[in-house]
């Protein structure tokens, strides 16, 4: 078989990118290793800045995020017991987020994809990636007992963190920097009305929490657990007495409870891989970087690397310019070490931790106090939160 760009996964990355090449007429192929249920199985953060929200209107997909989508002006932040409004949309001069989840952006571009007669094969065995420091890069898969060979002009390696394509690339050309924090994020889906109408952000003794949503009946919370604790420790009465403990009188009143649809424990990292681009082969996405999930940049991130990523194909295709694709590295790490930087702050100010003794706990609630007090304090995490312009300083 022979393709423009094969990309490997189908994560939100490489369907977006997918659905971005489609739309520019570039051939692309799709090779993932899981069935299409499985990717959709998984449950991930769901706040979408407008950067993201354009990109997917861009690749013509947006229409039912906009129906279905909730839109956020602003988030709660909760410590001392006490809960204090960040105004996003005041701070930032009228910039909002889009509460909308990551599974159904995933099912979107699915539909799409699948509408368009688009090539993706699921369920491949054995992925590995050829000659990208050639001109004749090849990708290699297994199917139904067969090996199969696709030629493509370029690997787009959308195969997330635990992917061949970073995998692939020699000792000593890439440079791994990397946090593991000392805590898990337990959630849980149910489908029981949110607490309050935006997100509520929770520094307590007790540890995090973070009431999120997905809709006006469903809701998704999170509690900051021990990395040792396992999910099946967890009965739903357990999850719910705990988040109680960790809200505000307001809060604890108007919880509802109900039986969890989803309940799981996920680790939290900071992780960044340099270059992004090896020869013919290009990272992007969870490939390429991990955020912890405080402040939900994950998504946003892979979007607008798989902007830059199509744009710099595009322009090879279209002007037989390599402008785009020789720059795509450092464009992307730009906006990339922003956004790690704003999640671990974040992770770090919410997050209890024990071992920095009282001490710890004081300077945590003198920031937070700075940060709800303060118009430059405020500011700064609103915009973060909302998300940077596409290319800010360059
Ligand atoms: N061959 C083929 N496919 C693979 C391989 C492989 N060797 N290894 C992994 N994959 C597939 C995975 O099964 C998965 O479906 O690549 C896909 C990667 O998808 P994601 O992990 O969702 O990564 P990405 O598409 O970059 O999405 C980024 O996911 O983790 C969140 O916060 C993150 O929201 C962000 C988003
Ligand atoms: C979510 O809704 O899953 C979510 C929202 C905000 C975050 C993280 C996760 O910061």
Same mark, same amino acid.
């Given at each position: ?230 999910? =099946? ?7 719910? %007495?705990?988040?109680? *403990?960790? /809200? !505000?009188? +307001? ?123 303060? =118009? ?7 915009? %973060?939160?909302?998300? *940077?312009? /596409? !290319?800010? +300083?360059?």
């Amino acid at each position: 078989m022979r393709t423009q760009v094969a990309i490997i996964g189908a994560g939100p990355s490489g369907l977006l990118l997918g659905q971005l090449l489609h739309k520019a007429g570039i051939d692309a192929v799709i090779v993932e290793r899981q069935s299409g249920d499985y990717v959709l199985g998984r449950i991930r953060a769901g706040v979408l800045e407008q950067v993201c929200i354009d990109l997917l209107d861009e690749a013509g997909i947006g229409q039912r995020m906009h129906q279905e989508g909730l839109v956020h002006g602003g988030f709660d932040m909760l410590f001392k017991g006490e809960r204090h409004r960040i105004d996003m949309n005041r701070l930032t001069g009228g910039k909002n987020v889009m509460v909308y989840g990551q599974t159904e952006v995933t099912r979107d571009l699915m539909d799409a994809r699948q509408a368009a007669g688009l090539t993706t094969i699921y369920e491949a065995g054995k992925v590995s990636v050829h000659g990208f420091d050639t001109n004749k890069p090849r990708v290699r898969y297994e199917k139904d007992g067969q090996t199969h060979e696709i030629e493509c002009d370029f690997i787009a390696g959308c195969d997330g963190f635990h992917g061949v394509c970073r995998a692939s690339v020699p000792d000593g050309a890439v440079s791994e920097y990397e946090k593991i924090y000392p805590f898990g994020w337990l959630g849980v889906l149910s489908e029981t009305p949110p607490v309050h109408h935006e997100l509520i952000y929770v520094n307590s003794t007790r540890g995090f929490a973070l009431c999120s949503q997905r809709s006006a009946t469903r809701s998704r919370y999170y509690l900051q657990v021990p990395l040792t604790d396992k999910v =099946e420790a967890w009965s739903d009465d357990a999850f719910w %007495n705990e988040l109680r *403990l960790r /809200l !505000d009188a +307001g809060g604890r009143d108007k919880l509802v409870t109900g039986p969890s649809i989803e309940k799981s424990i996920a680790p939290l990292r900071s992780f960044v891989a340099e270059p992004m681009r090896f020869g013919r082969m290009f990272l992007a996405g969870d490939a390429a970087h991990i955020v912890p999930p405080t402040g939900a940049k994950g998504l946003n991130l892979a979007a607008t690397d798989v902007k830059y990523l199509s744009g710099a194909f595009i322009e090879f295709y279209a002007e037989k310019s390599e402008a785009g694709i020789d720059t795509y590295s450092e464009r992307c790490l730009k906006r990339i070490w922003r956004a790690e930087r704003f999640s671990w702050w974040f992770t770090s100010l919410m997050h209890h931790f024990p071992e920095n003794g009282p001490i710890g706990q004081k300077l945590q609630d003198a920031e937070l106090d700075y940060i709800v007090h303060s =118009e430059t304090g405020a500011r700064s995490v609103a915009e %973060n939160y909302v998300g *940077l312009p /596409l !290319d800010f +300083g360059t």
